[in-house]
C-alpha cells in the first residue's frame, strides 16, 4: 500500500508545474518529509487536502451556476 506521493506524482495529479507543487508543499498545507534529498508527501494529508479543496470547489462553482434571486 502505498503511504507517499513524489512532487512528480503530486504534479501529475494536479496537473501543475514542478515549481507551482514546490511551493504548494512548502505551504504547509499538507505533511511531507525529505528523505536522502528527495520530498515525499504523505499521502493520507495530501488526499484529505485535495478532497477537501475539491468539495469547496463544487460548492463554490454550484453558487455560481445558481440563478440570480432577488
Keep these: ?4 506521493y513524489t512532487i ?5 495529479i494536479l ?8 511551493a504548494l508543499v512548502k505551504s ?3 505533511s511531507s518529509i525529505k528523505f536522502k ?4 508527501i504523505s499521502k493520507e494529508s495530501f488526499d484529505k487536502w485535495l478532497d477537501s479543496n475539491m468539495s469547496s470547489m463544487r ?3 454550484s ?8
Excluded at 8 to 12: L, S, T
Excluded at 16 to 22: F, G, K, V
Excluded at 37 to 40: D, F, G, I, P, Y
Aim: proline letters at 6%; hydrophobic letters at 25%.
Design 1 to 4: 500500500m502505498k503511504k507517499t
Design 8 to 12: 512528480k506524482e503530486i504534479q501529475e
Design 15 to 22: 496537473q501543475i508545474s514542478a515549481p507551482t507543487a514546490y
Design 28 to 30: 504547509g498545507e499538507f
Design 37 to 40: 534529498n528527495t520530498l515525499r
Design 59 to 61: 460548492s463554490e462553482k
Design 63 to 70: 453558487h455560481t451556476n445558481a440563478p440570480y434571486e432577488n
